[in-house]
Protein backbone atom coordinates (compact mmCIF):
# COMPACT_ATOMS: atom_id res chain seq x y z
CA UNK A 1 0.00 0.00 0.00
CA UNK A 2 1.30 2.81 -0.96
CA UNK A 3 1.60 6.67 0.92
CA UNK A 4 -0.75 8.42 -0.81
CA UNK A 5 -3.43 5.10 -0.22
CA UNK A 6 -2.88 4.82 3.26
CA UNK A 7 -3.34 9.14 3.74
CA UNK A 8 -6.82 8.68 1.84
CA UNK A 9 -7.85 5.63 4.51
CA UNK A 10 -6.74 6.99 7.30
CA UNK A 11 -8.97 10.39 6.50
CA UNK A 12 -11.97 8.16 5.79
CA UNK A 13 -11.87 6.45 9.13
CA UNK A 14 -11.16 9.67 11.04
CA UNK A 15 -14.17 10.94 9.30
CA UNK A 16 -16.50 7.90 10.02
CA UNK A 17 -15.38 8.49 13.66
CA UNK A 18 -16.16 11.46 13.51
CA UNK A 19 -20.08 10.86 12.38
CA UNK A 20 -20.80 9.02 15.66
CA UNK A 21 -23.66 10.10 17.69
CA UNK A 22 -22.85 11.44 20.36
CA UNK A 23 -26.12 11.80 22.04
CA UNK A 24 -26.09 10.13 25.66
CA UNK A 25 -27.84 6.61 26.30
CA UNK A 26 -31.57 6.45 27.19
CA UNK A 27 -30.91 4.85 30.83
CA UNK A 28 -27.35 7.64 31.06
CA UNK A 29 -30.14 10.63 31.14
CA UNK A 30 -29.73 12.67 33.73
CA UNK A 31 -33.41 13.51 34.65
CA UNK A 32 -36.16 10.71 35.77
CA UNK A 33 -39.37 12.03 35.57
CA UNK A 34 -42.17 10.91 38.52
CA UNK A 35 -45.77 12.00 38.20
CA UNK A 36 -47.85 12.25 41.23
CA UNK A 37 -51.51 12.31 41.11
CA UNK A 38 -51.87 14.56 38.12
CA UNK A 39 -54.90 16.17 38.58
CA UNK A 40 -54.06 19.48 36.65
CA UNK A 41 -53.33 20.04 33.06
CA UNK A 42 -49.59 21.30 34.25
CA UNK A 43 -48.70 18.62 35.01
CA UNK A 44 -48.99 17.04 31.13
CA UNK A 45 -47.86 20.03 29.68
CA UNK A 46 -43.74 19.22 31.31
CA UNK A 47 -44.07 16.03 28.48
CA UNK A 48 -45.36 18.25 25.65
CA UNK A 49 -41.82 17.84 24.73
CA UNK A 50 -39.03 15.72 24.70
CA UNK A 51 -35.65 16.91 25.99
CA UNK A 52 -32.00 15.87 26.15
CA UNK A 53 -31.06 15.00 29.38
CA UNK A 54 -34.70 13.96 30.73
CA UNK A 55 -35.50 9.85 30.22
CA UNK A 56 -38.92 9.02 28.17
CA UNK A 57 -40.01 6.34 30.74
CA UNK A 58 -41.88 8.24 33.53
CA UNK A 59 -43.43 6.77 36.07
CA UNK A 60 -47.20 7.95 37.80
CA UNK A 61 -48.32 7.68 40.36
CA UNK A 62 -51.92 7.91 40.94
CA UNK A 63 -55.64 6.98 42.59
CA UNK A 64 -57.62 5.18 39.43
CA UNK A 65 -60.19 7.94 38.05
CA UNK A 66 -61.24 10.60 35.77
CA UNK A 67 -57.75 12.48 36.15
CA UNK A 68 -55.50 9.75 35.76
CA UNK A 69 -57.52 9.28 32.53
CA UNK A 70 -57.36 12.50 31.50
CA UNK A 71 -53.77 13.18 32.49
CA UNK A 72 -53.21 9.66 30.13
CA UNK A 73 -54.86 11.10 27.27
CA UNK A 74 -53.23 14.25 26.82
CA UNK A 75 -49.97 12.64 26.87
CA UNK A 76 -51.35 10.36 24.07
CA UNK A 77 -52.26 12.87 22.26
CA UNK A 78 -48.46 14.71 22.38
CA UNK A 79 -47.04 10.96 21.82
CA UNK A 80 -49.44 10.47 18.23
CA UNK A 81 -49.50 14.17 17.01
CA UNK A 82 -48.55 14.71 13.54
CA UNK A 83 -46.23 17.81 14.15
CA UNK A 84 -43.14 16.84 16.78
CA UNK A 85 -44.24 13.69 18.36
CA UNK A 86 -42.67 12.68 21.51
CA UNK A 87 -42.23 9.23 22.64
CA UNK A 88 -43.12 9.06 26.29
CA UNK A 89 -43.70 5.59 27.97
CA UNK A 90 -46.24 5.69 30.93
CA UNK A 91 -45.08 3.20 33.60
CA UNK A 92 -48.10 3.68 36.06
CA UNK A 93 -49.17 2.44 39.37
CA UNK A 94 -52.82 3.26 40.91
CA UNK A 95 -53.37 1.56 43.57
CA UNK A 96 -54.55 3.24 46.64
CA UNK A 97 -50.97 3.62 48.34
CA UNK A 98 -49.73 5.51 45.46
CA UNK A 99 -48.12 7.74 47.46
CA UNK A 100 -46.57 5.18 49.66
CA UNK A 101 -45.63 3.38 46.80
CA UNK A 102 -44.27 6.33 45.13
CA UNK A 103 -42.31 7.41 48.37
CA UNK A 104 -40.99 3.72 48.72
CA UNK A 105 -40.11 2.54 44.63
CA UNK A 106 -38.29 5.98 44.75
CA UNK A 107 -38.51 5.20 40.65
CA UNK A 108 -36.92 8.77 39.61
CA UNK A 109 -35.41 12.02 40.90
CA UNK A 110 -37.60 14.81 39.92
CA UNK A 111 -41.36 14.50 40.90
CA UNK A 112 -44.32 16.65 39.16
CA UNK A 113 -46.92 17.53 41.47
CA UNK A 114 -49.59 19.39 39.39
CA UNK A 115 -53.29 18.47 40.99
CA UNK A 116 -55.20 18.29 44.26
CA UNK A 117 -54.37 21.69 46.44
CA UNK A 118 -55.08 20.05 49.57
CA UNK A 119 -52.77 17.43 49.72
CA UNK A 120 -49.92 19.61 48.16
CA UNK A 121 -47.97 20.52 50.93
CA UNK A 122 -47.73 17.13 52.50
CA UNK A 123 -46.99 15.52 48.86
CA UNK A 124 -44.10 18.65 48.44
CA UNK A 125 -42.48 17.55 52.21
CA UNK A 126 -42.76 14.09 51.98
CA UNK A 127 -41.46 14.47 48.81
CA UNK A 128 -38.48 16.39 49.29
CA UNK A 129 -37.99 14.34 52.69
CA UNK A 130 -37.94 10.77 50.07
CA UNK A 131 -34.60 12.69 48.23
CA UNK A 132 -36.93 14.12 45.50
CA UNK A 133 -36.41 17.32 43.53
CA UNK A 134 -39.59 18.99 43.13
CA UNK A 135 -41.41 20.76 39.89
CA UNK A 136 -44.99 22.03 41.37
CA UNK A 137 -47.09 24.59 40.38
CA UNK A 138 -48.67 27.05 42.03
CA UNK A 139 -50.78 27.86 44.43
CA UNK A 140 -48.69 24.95 46.69
CA UNK A 141 -51.02 25.55 49.56
CA UNK A 142 -54.64 27.43 49.87
CA UNK A 143 -55.11 27.13 53.90
CA UNK A 144 -53.12 29.14 56.05
CA UNK A 145 -52.26 26.01 58.46
CA UNK A 146 -50.30 24.39 55.36
CA UNK A 147 -47.79 26.61 55.49
CA UNK A 148 -45.61 25.19 58.14
CA UNK A 149 -45.98 21.89 56.52
CA UNK A 150 -44.59 23.61 53.52
Known sequence: MNLK???????????????????????????HLVT?????????????????????TVHIYAPEGPDLQLHLGRINGFNTRTESPTRWNEVIYSGENFFEKMLEEKAGNVVVI????????????????????????????????????L
Do not use: R, W
Open 5 to 31: SLIVISVFAVLFASCKKSTPVENEKSV
Open 36 to 56: LDPGHFHAALVQKSMYANVDS
Open 114 to 149: SGNNLKKAEYISKSLDAGFNVLADKPMIIDAKDFET
